[in-house]
């Protein structure tokens, strides 16, 4: 059978009354196998969706929903929480071979799922942004990063357990396997506030093959003594290998796109950050470095989240318009 035909066959079928009359499939034929052609149309399909001006209004006008979620880390031995918003429409059979990038954000110290999705209003806000055309349906996850309250592993494998390869590896593959994903580093972002914004600094750099975007709201690039003892055990060689400052220069090939943030009155923070972009700036690496008047709280964050979303749209795959 030809795999174009039977690639065709198929999405004529899943896209009875909204498909119709597009060609999604865009090699040459004979040159694309039936796994490759349905990978094409599931990106042709997405951009056909949501970049084309007949779209139907009433997924970009209504809301998306946020629901709360369990499951099993193996690598922390527990069973932890994430809030995931899902965009408009997500339900909607007309869009059951539709895929989304994803933009992971990590709490702060608490660990908390509320953050986001209280603090940040992270729903309204990504609402609001596609009812206005300024971003793309995404979905977004906040993961539960901590087991105790203020016990926020820093998002390494150290003294408090192996946070990273929980968060980097078990949470991704929870995300993908249950929800229409990118499963691709070019379709996922990683970014938090404050500890959060250091913890998806640090997993983002050492985890390349996972994250194609990171983001950092007030956060930190080096390790304190408090920190070194608490989260490290003491083990100067762990600190340094999770200390973006100490390892950005040693680090070999393309950067991931980074996006930075801080409030002008955030005096720590601004001055870590301001060093931190100039060490980005002598790699030639793809960031971007915004302040604006605000300290280090929810309510500069809440106000600059669009800003972080919009730079997701622009550099995720299937993000873009």
């Known amino acids: 059978m030809d795999p174009h035909t039977s690639c065709g066959s198929l999405l004529a079928t899943v896209g009875v009354g909204a498909f119709v009359g597009y060609n999604y499939c865009t090699k040459e034929a004979g040159e694309d196998t039936l796994y490759g052609c349905a990978n094409d149309a599931v990106v042709n399909m997405y951009l056909t969706l949501w970049s084309n001006d007949d779209a139907n209004q009433s997924d970009v006008s209504s809301k998306g929903t946020v629901e709360t979620k369990t499951f099993y880390s193996q690598a922390l031995d527990h069973t932890m929480q994430y809030a995931i918003y899902l965009p408009p429409g997500y339900y909607d059979l007309r869009h059951s071979f539709i895929r989304y990038p994803v933009v992971y954000l990590l709490p702060g110290a608490s660990?908390?799922?509320?953050?986001?999705?209280?603090?940040?209003?992270?729903?309204?806000?990504?609402?609001?942004?596609?009812?206005?055309?300024?971003?793309?349906?995404?979905?977004?996850?906040?993961p539960q990063e901590s087991i105790e309250y203020y016990s926020n592993g820093g998002g390494v494998d150290g003294a408090l357990g192996n946070w990273e390869t929980y968060t980097a590896q078990d949470l991704v593959n929870e995300i993908d396997s249950n929800y229409r994903t990118i499963?691709?580093?070019?379709?996922?972002?990683?970014?938090?506030?404050?500890?959060?914004?250091?913890?998806?600094?640090?997993?983002?750099?050492?985890?390349?093959?996972?994250?194609?975007?990171?983001?950092?709201?007030?956060?930190?690039?080096?390790?304190?003594?408090?920190?070194?003892?608490?989260?490290?055990?003491?083990?100067?060689?762990?600190?340094?290998?999770?200390?973006?400052?100490h390892y950005l220069p040693q680090l070999k090939g393309a950067l991931p796109a980074i996006?930075?943030?801080?409030?002008?009155?955030?005096?720590?923070?601004?001055?870590?950050?301001?060093?931190?972009a100039q060490e980005l700036k002598a790699r030639n690496a793809p960031f971007k470095f915004d302040t604006f008047p605000g300290g280090h709280n929810w309510e500069f964050w809440?106000?600059?989240?669009?800003?972080?979303?919009?730079?997701?749209?622009?550099?995720?795959?299937?993000?873009?318009?």
Request: negative net charge; glycine residues 14%.
């Open 259 to 276: 996006y930075l943030l801080v409030g002008e009155q955030d005096s720590a923070s601004l001055k870590e950050t301001s060093e931190f």
């Open 111 to 142: 660990g908390s799922i509320d953050t986001w999705v209280k603090a940040g209003d992270m729903a309204e806000q990504m609402d609001s942004l596609l009812t206005q055309g300024q971003v793309q349906p995404m979905i977004l996850v906040v």
């Open 302 to 321: 809440r106000a600059h989240l669009p800003d972080l979303l919009i730079f997701a749209r622009e550099h995720l795959s299937g993000g873009g318009g």
């Open 183 to 245: 499963h691709s580093k070019e379709g996922r972002m990683i970014a938090g506030d404050s500890e959060g914004g250091y913890s998806a600094m640090n997993l983002g750099l050492r985890n390349p093959s996972e994250f194609g975007v990171i983001g950092s709201f007030s956060g930190t690039f080096t390790i304190d003594k408090d920190d070194l003892s608490k989260i490290f055990g003491g083990d100067q060689s762990l600190a340094e290998a999770n200390s973006p400052m």
